[in-house]
């Protein structure tokens, strides 16, 4: 079964900072992977999606990920962070050609700095 | 659309009480899941639905049974309540087999006293 392990659980950063956030995932087969966002008080939002071709997935927000199928990771990253970003972030995985199910990670919750 | 509602919103039961959590979606989705959300625990998967009429079990599914009433409609029930099962509850829908985004629900929040 596929699990996924996020590497920071809680991170703190000043306004224009760069962020990577890691994400690992444990699947010997072909896999789909998300990053979601869920600002304060709301409900899980989709950021972006890798399920084949360009390993550089580029998403909304100018956040973007890199899938590295040798290390079995897709960290998340932005060049340059606002204080809007404040929020928690979770990595998803599914085994493509098997059943429906999506495993979630256990989130790292992002913290800006004005 | 309203895409993913979910009723009720928040709920506090007493121990050994059962309730169910309505879930329904306007979106033609095939597959829908029930997910809950814990302090440092991220999203946990409880059971899914990949299409009217079948369900499967997910991470954390003990304590909990599933009805996939219709494609629409996705309910979770607690059958006797337990306070480790105090948490956010989350469902969330998707098009057949997972390959795409998953919409969710705004969430119930479920007290056990």
């Known amino acids: 079964a596929q699990s996924v392990s996020q590497h920071n659980h809680h991170v703190i950063l000043s306004e224009a900072a760069s962020l990577e956030l890691g994400c690992n995932y444990s699947?010997?087969?072909?896999?789909?992977l998300f990053w979601y966002v869920q600002y304060p008080g709301q409900h899980l939002q989709l950021l972006l999606k890798y399920f084949s071709g360009d390993p550089l997935v580029k998403g909304i927000k100018g956040f973007e990920a890199e899938f590295i199928k040798s290390k079995f990771s897709f960290n998340l990253r932005k060049p340059s962070v606002q204080w809007s970003d404040t929020a928690e972030y979770f990595c998803?995985?599914?085994?493509?050609?098997?059943?429906?199910?999506?495993?979630f990670g256990k989130g790292t919750r992002l913290h800006i700095l004005p | 659309n309203a895409g993913v509602t979910q009723t009720p919103k928040f709920q506090v039961l007493k121990t050994g009480q059962s309730m169910t959590l309505q879930c329904a979606q306007d979106?033609?989705?095939?597959?829908m899941y029930w997910y809950r959300q814990d302090p440092g625990m991220g999203l946990r998967l409880i059971y899914y639905s990949a299409s009217e009429g079948t369900t499967d079990k997910g991470e954390v599914p003990n304590g909990y049974n599933v009805s996939r009433l219709n494609k629409r409609e996705f309910s979770l029930r607690l059958e006797s309540a337990a306070p480790s099962q105090t948490s956010v509850y989350f469902c969330?829908?998707?098009?057949?087999?997972?390959?795409?985004?998953?919409?969710f629900g705004p969430g119930t929040r479920l007290t056990v006293l």
């Open positions: 979106m033609n989705h095939n597959s």
């Open positions: 998803a995985v599914k085994a493509t050609g098997r059943d429906d199910k999506i495993i």
């Open positions: 699947y010997g087969g072909t896999v789909n």
């Open positions: 969330a829908s998707t098009t057949s087999g997972g390959y795409n985004e998953q919409f």
